[in-house]
């Protein structure tokens, strides 16, 4: 079985879900998800295979996307920040605590850094983050201005120096 997103890399909306006839009639009789959903509209499902087809074509794109992601990880590990173990180009920016996170998030869009806050219950207590997702379509000169303002923020809230 292999269960995908379809709204992160793609960059449309919904899921899917890939296996065995077996295992797909079983889930569209016992899974509640789809059995309260709809199909995605064609649109959608034209816009998503637009994407993978793109994805597949493009080796410029990925080897960017994957020098930015090496570039503003090593920028926040830089400024003293945990970024866990990501593998993928999602990178956390761990804060811990659940305000402190919102505040740090609300300050970097001040900044013009849109960074969602993840708290609990979402992730486990104490270990609230903000997201960041690097795209290959920002330049070096973005993913600075990014590393400013979480310099700014971070010592403006004293999480690093």
């Given at each position: 079985?292999?269960?995908?997103?379809?709204?992160?890399?793609?960059?449309?909306?919904?899921?899917?879900?890939?296996?065995?006839?077996?295992?797909?009639?079983?889930?569209?009789?016992?899974?509640?998800?789809?059995?309260?959903?709809?199909?995605?509209?064609?649109?959608?499902?034209?816009?998503?295979?637009?994407?993978?087809?793109?994805?597949?074509?493009?080796?410029?794109?990925?080897?960017?996307?994957?020098?930015?992601?090496?570039?503003?990880?090593?920028?926040?590990?830089?400024?003293?920040?945990?970024?866990?173990r990501t593998e993928t180009?999602?990178?956390?920016?761990?804060?811990?605590?659940?305000?402190?996170?919102?505040?740090?998030?609300?300050?970097?869009?001040?900044?013009?850094?849109?960074?969602?806050?993840?708290?609990?219950?979402?992730?486990?207590?104490?270990?609230?983050?903000?997201?960041?997702?690097?795209?290959?379509?920002?330049?070096?000169?973005?993913?600075?201005?990014?590393?400013?303002?979480?310099?700014?923020?971070?010592?403006?809230?004293?999480?690093?120096?």
């Amino acid at each position: 079985m292999q269960i995908g997103t379809l709204s992160k890399a793609v960059g449309v909306v919904g899921g899917y879900v890939a296996g065995s006839s077996d295992l797909i009639d079983w889930l569209k009789v016992r899974s509640r998800p789809f059995l309260f959903s709809t199909a995605l509209p064609p649109g959608s499902a034209a816009a998503c295979i637009a994407a993978i087809d793109i994805l597949e074509d493009s080796v410029e794109l990925q080897q960017k996307l994957w020098e930015n992601v090496a570039y503003l990880q090593q920028g926040l590990k830089d400024l003293g920040y945990s970024i866990g173990r990501t593998e993928t180009p999602i990178t956390p920016c761990i804060i811990g605590n659940e305000e402190v996170t919102q505040r740090f998030s609300t300050r970097l869009y001040q900044e013009g850094i849109y960074a969602k806050a993840i708290v609990f219950p979402t992730v486990p207590k104490g270990t609230g983050r903000v997201r960041n997702m690097p795209t290959a379509a920002h330049t070096t000169e973005m993913l600075d201005r990014t590393l400013a303002a979480y310099r700014t923020v971070g010592t403006e809230l004293g999480l690093i120096e």
